[in-house]
């Protein structure tokens, strides 16, 4: 071992108490940091994967004025034909045409205003969780001519079941009359409040002739591979649709733009008390390390005296301080590591969270995330900020003189 | 010699001993204060964020305490409705405890222009009863609000866009009454407003009560009674006097309608506490390590003390003064450094930028903290708490030493 490390190492545990108190300050730290960070990385993940996938997907292929004016004449021409072709695609994992507009359902008792999504029957379920959340009857299919699938909530508002019957009023394209009379074939409970009170589903087929869209749809949704492969699914879709110029290929940022600023706005709040955490460790560490160097002053001015140079005694106190930070470092990453990788199997429990879970859709036991960067980020701005808390008593040795010093002044 | 130690005396040796090193001092005290104020700071904020909340939720339908027919929160349908009120509750509404009383509807309806059609919520009200005071929150930008008598709607700018109409034409609205039938009428567009949150100024449309009462065949009945109390005092006796006059009914307060806002509401404190007690551990090791440190250099003198007769009592309350004022000057500089900051943000925080994150939480992309004495006291009351516990060991530790072998310590 160099000298510095071995003389570093030595001057550590002269106190050992102080130095293990600071140690654990920090382990504590970098605990509480792991374990934070890697649990809001898990549960934004899967808030993300889980809203996502419930209906509005990771891009969707819009009219290009349709985002801004979700109006039927703003709509996508051949769509059931192109999301055909976009399925092909190497980075796609899935596609399905919608039509979306808004109509008053009635049944024999209730009527309700419902936004109404027309769907391709067989693709649906590879771009949205819902048709899995069936609780009652069947998802569409072709066996379903006219048939409808509705939420759980409002089924009950309307009062209907399946096999009711339920009258559709509305406006289509071009501000023609829409009219129809459906049957309930389905029920599903999509976890979603909102959604569930609002929306129905039927065939595309059915929608474009209800709502007399000929061959048009509102958009195609489009799952990537992954959260992370969105950007290359983009750019592949962009590719095949580039020569339909009335066309736009939007990421779920754009699409639900909500999702990512609550998710920053919540990092940002994070921030802040991981921030006063760091920093009140930091003080911790500051305190320790001017301690050492205010009570060897007598020490340091024999060294002074005998001819070592300044600069190599604040390299001593930075390994001493490195060594100090390291072994808070380790001790943290251990613990906190095992905690984690605890909470990562069995999940953690909110107990009176529910409404939060079903706000934004989470489930009630929330996976932190496993992941070098969560792990390391926190406990890395502790080592450094230790090593720069180092600086302050660094700059009082470097002010002792060496005949002053060794009368402890 | 005494077995009590002057007041004076121990403060001020304490206040002395922690001036001995004072650079040590200094940090720590930094350190309390800046873990202080970053707490109160941030709790703050969140009731602010949380207080903003409440507010939006309620901003379409205001009300201190609001009054359903049963069954009606979970599924809003005109088949739920209240006689207007007359009798006892008729008396406890006219009494001192209520500011302003009046009543509603609300359904939701599908509203078509001759362009569009669009879903939104249909809110009747009496403009005799609450015009000009109730929905202070959305601003009329143009036309006029309704009278009593009434026929026409006030819609918000954001739906106006989106029917492709304009103030003076005729919108149809379909919905459904009190018979099961589909009820429609056309109504002229009276009055256009903007509301903070663009969610809700596309969905609802306001308009007198009568008409609404009309258009649903419902005459003399009403959804929602909202009650705007003489102070938040009363609010919980009125709720109680109403229950107990108004057995089947939901009687909520307005912190109690939305049930993930009163969640959140009820777990605040609890979450507050976790929050500054796991600040306070990190801390707490700083505390400790420079009370040894202080202890630990002074165990000769601590010795000398013991061996000119002051008891091990008096040298446990010295240490616990030094660790109180410290503690003190901590948390005061917090508190003030907190207070300073709160108050340069008492007009509230733009965070335009964010709005729409803000509007999926259901808040109004301004934040203002609120600032709250209970959570000064019990960030304070932790923080001295603990560290007086944590000063405990440290202090019994050095009243024990034995003079002999202190002052011949090297």
Redesign the interface.
């Known amino acids: 071992m160099p000298l510095i490390l071995s003389l570093a190492w030595r001057n550590l545990w002269r106190?050992q108490?102080?130095t293990w108190?600071?140690i654990?300050?920090m382990a504590?730290?970098n605990c509480?940091l792991i374990f934070m960070i890697s649990l809001q990385a898990g549960s934004y993940i899967t808030m993300l994967n889980n809203n996502l996938a419930v209906f509005s997907g990771h891009l969707q292929v819009q009219h290009s004025r349709y985002l801004d004016d979700p109006?039927p004449r703003f709509s996508v021409d051949n769509g059931i034909e192109l999301a055909a072709e976009l399925r092909k695609l190497p980075t796609v994992a899935a596609a399905a045409a919608r039509g979306v507009?808004?109509?008053?359902l009635?049944s024999?008792?209730?009527?309700?205003?419902?936004?109404v999504v027309g769907v391709e029957a067989q693709f649906e379920d590879s771009v949205s969780t819902i048709p899995g959340t069936l609780v009652a009857g069947q998802y569409l299919s072709e066996k379903t001519p006219y048939g409808l699938v509705i939420g759980r909530r409002s089924a009950?508002?309307l009062k209907v079941d399946i096999g009711s019957e339920i009258t559709l009023?509305?406006?289509g394209q071009n501000?023609a009359f829409a009219a129809s009379i459906l049957t309930v074939v389905g029920i599903v409970d999509s976890g979603l409040e909102e959604l569930d009170r609002?929306t129905v589903f039927i065939q595309l087929t059915d929608f474009q002739d209800i709502f007399s869209y000929q061959r048009q749809v509102s958009h195609i949704a489009i799952r990537s591979p992954s959260l992370f492969m969105v950007n290359q699914t983009q750019d592949a879709v962009v590719r095949a649709t580039q020569n339909n110029s009335s066309l736009n290929t939007l990421d779920w940022d754009t699409l639900v733009?909500?999702?990512?600023?609550?998710?920053?706005?919540d990092i940002a709040?994070a921030l802040?008390?991981y921030t006063?955490?760091i920093?009140?460790?930091i003080?911790?560490v500051?305190?320790?390390q001017?301690?050492a160097v205010?009570?060897r002053r007598k020490e340091y001015g024999i060294l002074l005296s005998l001819g070592v140079a300044h600069r190599r005694l604040i390299g001593l106190l930075f390994a001493e301080t490195a060594l100090l930070a390291l072994l808070g470092l380790a001790l943290g990453l251990l613990v906190g590591s095992l905690i984690n990788g605890y909470f990562a199997t069995h999940g953690v429990y909110f107990a009176?969270?529910?409404?939060?879970a079903?706000?934004f859709n989470l489930p009630s036991r929330i996976h932190p995330m496993m992941h070098p960067i969560t792990t390391l980020a926190g406990p890395l701005l502790v080592f450094v900020g230790s090593l720069l808390a180092a600086a302050y008593p660094a700059l009082k040795l470097n002010n002792l003189h060496p005949v002053t010093a060794r009368h402890g002044l | 010699m005494s077995a009590k130690l002057p007041v004076k005396v121990i403060m001020a040796m304490a206040w002395r001993n922690l001036w001995r090193n004072r650079e040590r001092s200094i940090i720590m005290i930094g350190a309390l204060a800046i873990a202080v104020a970053a707490m109160l700071f941030l709790i703050a904020m969140m009731r602010g964020l949380l207080n903003d909340m409440s507010q939006q939720n309620l901003r379409a339908l205001p009300g201190d305490l609001q009054i359903h027919p049963s069954g009606y929160l979970d599924d809003p349908s005109i088949d739920y409705r209240l006689p207007w009120p007359e009798g006892d509750l008729l008396a406890i509404l006219n009494g001192p405890l209520v500011k302003r009383w009046s009543g509603r509807i609300s359904v939701g309806a599908m509203i078509t222009s001759e362009r569009e059609a669009q879903g939104g919520q249909l809110i009747g009200y009496l403009p005799s009863r609450e015009g000009g005071s109730s929905f202070n929150e959305v601003a009329l930008i143009n036309g006029q609000w309704p009278e009593d008598d009434s026929q026409g709607v006030v819609i918000g700018a954001a739906l106006l866009d989106k029917l492709e109409t304009q103030l003076g034409k005729r919108i149809v609205l379909t919905s459904q009454d009190s018979n099961g039938d589909i009820a429609d009428i056309g109504a002229r567009i009276m009055g256009v407003y903007r509301a903070e949150m663009k969610a809700s100024e596309e969905r609802i449309i306001y308009m007198a009560l009568p008409a609404l009462q009309n258009m649903l065949i419902s005459p003399q009945h009403i959804q929602q009674i909202a009650i705007f109390s003489s102070g938040p005092n009363a609010l919980h006796t009125l709720q109680q006097q109403i229950i107990d006059t108004l057995p089947n009914t939901d009687v909520q307060r307005w912190d109690q309608l939305n049930s993930y806002l009163s969640a959140m509401l009820d777990s605040m404190d609890a979450i507050i506490t976790v929050l500054i007690v796991v600040m306070f551990i990190t801390l707490a090791f700083g505390l400790v390590n420079t009370l040894i440190m202080a202890i630990f250099e002074r165990v000769k003198e601590i010795g000398l003390m013991l061996a000119l007769g002051l008891r091990p009592l008096h040298i446990g309350q010295i240490i616990l003064a030094e660790t109180c004022v410290l503690l003190l000057l901590g948390i005061a500089m917090g508190n003030a450094a907190a207070g300073a900051a709160l108050f340069y943000l008492r007009e509230g925080i733009d965070l335009s930028s964010m709005a729409e994150g803000f509007a999926m939480i259901g808040a109004a992309p301004s934040l203002t903290p609120q600032f709250l004495w209970r959570d000064l006291w019990l960030c304070n009351a932790i923080v001295v708490g603990l560290g007086l516990a944590c000063s405990l060991l440290p202090a019994w530790r050095a009243a024990h030493y034995s003079p002999i072998e202190a002052l011949y310590r090297d």
């Open positions: 106190h108490r102080r108190l600071t654990a300050a504590l730290c509480i109006k507009n808004f109509a008053l009635s024999t008792t209730r009527s309700k205003a419902m936004q009950s508002h009023l509305g406006s501000g609002s733009p909500g999702l990512k600023q609550a998710i920053l706005s709040s802040f008390i006063v955490l920093i009140v460790v003080f911790s500051l305190n320790n001017l301690m205010l009570e009176g969270m529910e409404q939060m079903e706000k």
